[in-house]
């Protein structure tokens, strides 16, 4: 196996182990979970850039460094909801729309026609991760007893419902939006595969 797909592998091993750390009472496994997930998304930046670089390019790859980021995302978000911090039908809308262009992206790639990410859906997913990085940071820093006793209004505003409502908000129209767009800009893609399968059933 090659670095970065051994990077991507372990990038999803690392997710359950955060979870398990985000999970415990301890406030220092707490930052632990920060710091693994911190890591794990490094692995992202590292594996892509070892593969450009050395031409570590593959198929494989391909379908499953996306797949690797999106359980990553996907854990901390329902992990918020677990936690009480978001609600959980915008993480549900969220999450399967990221499975939904992931999986056309991945039978784009199959078909050797790779589809063009976007400005917005780059946008959308830069706002997704700097909202999951403020949660992440802001909640494990309430978590520190001294950090916590000393700036308790701050942290009581800086998770305040509201405020991570609007957030949330807006990276689930952004969502629902750039869904559309692919959608409609590969619809190809789409007809193949309901010929491929509906009409294989139809057919049988």
Do not use: C, H
Not at 110 to 127: L, R
Not at 187 to 194: A, N, P, S, T, V
Request: glycine share 6%; no cysteine.
């Amino acid at each position: 196996m090659s670095i970065p797909n051994s990077l991507t592998v372990l990038r999803i091993l690392l997710t359950p182990l955060f979870i398990v750390l985000l999970f415990s009472e301890s406030p220092f496994l707490k930052q632990v979970a920060l710091l693994v997930y911190i890591v794990a998304a490094l692995t992202d930046w590292y594996d892509g850039r070892v593969a450009r670089r050395y031409g570590y390019v593959s198929r494989w790859g391909k379908f499953l460094d996306p797949l690797a980021d999106k359980i990553l995302s996907a854990a901390a978000l329902f992990s918020f909801v677990f936690l009480r911090l978001v609600d959980a039908w915008m993480v549900w809308i969220i999450v399967s729309r990221d499975a939904l262009i992931t999986s056309l992206r991945s039978y784009a790639e199959w078909k050797n026609e790779p589809i063009v990410t976007s400005k917005t859906a780059q946008a959308k997913t830069f706002g997704e991760f700097t909202i999951i990085y403020y949660i992440l940071i802001v909640y494990v820093a309430s978590q520190i007893g001294f950090i916590e006793y000393r700036m308790d209004n701050l942290f009581t505003t800086l998770l305040d419902k509201r405020v991570l409502f609007g957030m949330m908000l807006l990276v689930t129209i952004s969502s629902i939006g750039t869904a559309v767009m692919y959608l409609f800009d590969n619809r190809k893609f789409l007809r193949e595969l309901y010929g491929r399968y509906f009409g294989a059933a139809g057919s049988g």
